[in-house]
């Protein structure tokens, strides 16, 4: 196995031992009895070296072998294609190099939703989309019967969630017979994961934002000229949704009560993710609520707005209070990172001067204290593993952000921000993982970061205490903590701020850089229609039906995806 030329047998089973523990939770598609080292060296070395190259990111005693390991990696992803080898480990594997890619510079580079679908292909091709029959002959059988079961509802939930984050059709489709029985599978066989319960709510939870993201998306496609936008009622469709999350959350609290326990730290862990894809799905359904219902019934819009702040402020605090709380976050798959950075850039909307007059002087103040907490938090030691981890890039991009909106004291350069860590040899300093990457013309400063001064020094007019993120003991016991380490934020974020460019973010940060995405509060539809090209997000803009955001993003401004400045 090519991986030994890296790691030691005994660093491979430290390595595989990592990503079950801390990994899989976030995951929730491998089960402990079928997926072993010993095991998937016979049926997939390409799995397990998968899932030893995704752990090595955090293994910080071989800070070196993450790159070499993602090398071959890459030569055996690509082998495997060419060979047309097809099996539910291959499967599974491709689904892990789409949730956590390599890092990457430039839009082009991206290969999570190419990755996504050689597995979504391969798994109808396997015929995981059939229905297993429960009970099965052997506790063997049921285990491989539920694994192929499980690999299919995790497909359809990254399909729905990549296909609204790049703004691309689904492959999988939403009636799947299996994806709609999802909340009577698990409980159809003794052998289920204690994981799977929450899995399945994830997927109940998606088919009903994609619902009524598509109702609010057909007054789009009837009417691309904004006629007759009255005949469909966008604030009758937030009340429904809400309407709907409420009762999906009341039985989730009873299923957790009964056939979860509630004193096992990943099933804990597991209830706060459902919470933030829960309100998350909520913000973006809002808002679209709050932008169009301002058309049709300008007297309802403070409505939806209050529900646009309820949902972007738990999401924030989710991650602050409860994910982060867990030492657990910085082994996040990066779609969390994305989402509640694009809570945040929802929230600082309301700091500019267009829209600042939508809400009070309060409201503006716990915007700027979230932000803060929630970028102290993403480039702590505990979460960001390396500057191109995206909590990192996020966090610098929330700074820079922040920097237009809030006024700057003056005051002495270094502060300090005291923060536990649950790997006490982690560190968020430089890895070889931007030797991957090298940097090969002159950084390119953005307008909005070259002013920008220390992250922690961030305060409104009014007296304010700097930025610090105390990491609590926490709640949820079984994750170790240790003694609290210095971490010096000021004047690193400050370097690493003069360094931000384009080329820096990831594929969904395009879309918050968009200045029609900044002409309205409300980011929802404009996310949703902007990558789709229907072109709802500005009437000034004008998207072709189907051109998609990055063939209209190449058009306007030349294809320079990792050069684009926000203006």
């Known amino acids: ?174 009636d799947d017979a299996v994806v709609r029985s999802a909340m009577d599978w698990w409980k159809r066989s003794q052998y289920a994961h204690p994981y799977d319960i929450h899995l399945c709510l994830f997927v109940e939870l998606l088919r009903m934002f994609r619902r009524y993201l598509d109702k609010q998306q057909e007054s789009e496609v009837r009417f691309p000229l904004h006629f007759a936008i009255e005949d469909v009622d966008f604030h009758q469709l937030s009340r429904e949704f809400d309407e709907e999350v409420a009762k999906l959350e009341a039985t989730a609290q009873t299923l957790f009560e009964e056939h979860t326990d509630r004193r096992n730290p990943v099933c804990i862990l597991r209830e706060r993710l459902c919470d933030f894809t829960t309100q998350y799905s909520r913000l973006i359904i809002h808002s679209a609520g709050f932008q169009k219902g301002q058309e049709v019934a300008p007297g309802e819009e403070d409505i939806c707005l209050t529900r646009c702040l309820e949902a972007a402020f738990r999401v924030l605090e989710i991650v602050m209070r409860d994910i982060a709380q867990t030492g657990t976050l910085r082994y996040a798959v990066d779609g969390y990172f994305w989402y509640c950075s694009f809570a945040s850039a929802f929230l600082l909307k309301f700091l500019g001067p267009d829209h600042r007059e939508k809400v009070d002087e309060a409201t503006r103040q716990k915007i700027v204290s979230y932000v803060q907490e929630l970028i102290a938090v993403l480039s702590s030691r505990d979460v960001a593993v390396d500057a191109s981890h995206p909590p990192k890039l996020f966090s610098k991009f929330l700074s820079g952000m922040m920097a237009k909106h809030v006024k700057q004291p003056q005051q002495p350069a270094t502060q300090t921000i005291q923060v536990t860590t649950t790997t006490p040899s982690s560190t968020a300093t430089e890895s070889p993982v931007a030797q991957m990457y090298p940097q090969t013309s002159p950084v390119q400063t953005s307008p909005m970061t070259d002013h920008a001064p220390p992250t922690p020094a961030l305060t409104t007019s009014s007296p304010t205490t700097s930025t610090e993120w105390q990491h609590q003991p926490s709640q949820f016991a079984g994750f170790e903590q240790y003694d609290a380490i210095p971490m010096q934020l000021d004047m690193e974020q400050q370097e690493l701020m003069k360094d931000v460019t384009q080329q820096e973010l990831n594929t969904g940060m395009f879309i918050l850089d968009h200045p029609p995405w900044w002409h309205d509060p409300s980011m929802g539809m404009d996310f949703a229609s902007l990558a789709m090209g229907s072109g709802a997000g500005d009437p000034g803009m004008e998207f072709g039906a189907g051109g998609g955001f990055e063939q209209q993003h190449q058009q306007q401004y030349g294809g320079a995806f990792e050069t684009y400045q926000m203006h």
Not at 3 to 11: I, K
Not at 66 to 83: C, H, P, S, W
Not at 165 to 170: E, M
Request: with cysteine; aromatic share 10%; net charge positive.
């Open 1 to 174: 196995m090519e991986v030994l030329s890296v790691l030691t047998n005994s660093e491979v089973e430290t390595l595989f031992k990592l990503f079950m523990d801390k990994i899989n939770p976030y995951m929730s598609m491998f089960d402990e009895k079928l997926h072993t080292v010993v095991g998937l060296r016979i049926r997939s070395p390409f799995l397990l070296t998968v899932i030893v190259t995704i752990a090595s990111r955090f293994y910080t005693t071989r800070p070196d072998a993450y790159v070499r390991l993602m090398d071959i990696t890459k030569k055996m992803a690509g082998d495997a294609m060419m060979n047309m080898a097809k099996s539910i480990e291959h499967c599974q594997a491709f689904i892990l190099l789409a949730s956590y890619p390599a890092p990457d510079r430039k839009y082009s580079e991206n290969r999570n939703w190419m990755y996504s679908g050689v597995a979504f292909r391969m798994a109808t091709d396997l015929g995981l989309y059939r229905p297993q029959q429960l009970p099965a002959a052997t506790e063997q059988l049921e285990r491989e019967a539920l694994n192929r079961t499980r690999t299919w509802i995790v497909c359809f939930y990254l399909d729905e969630s990549m296909s609204a984050h790049f703004g691309r059709p689904a492959t999988i489709a939403r």
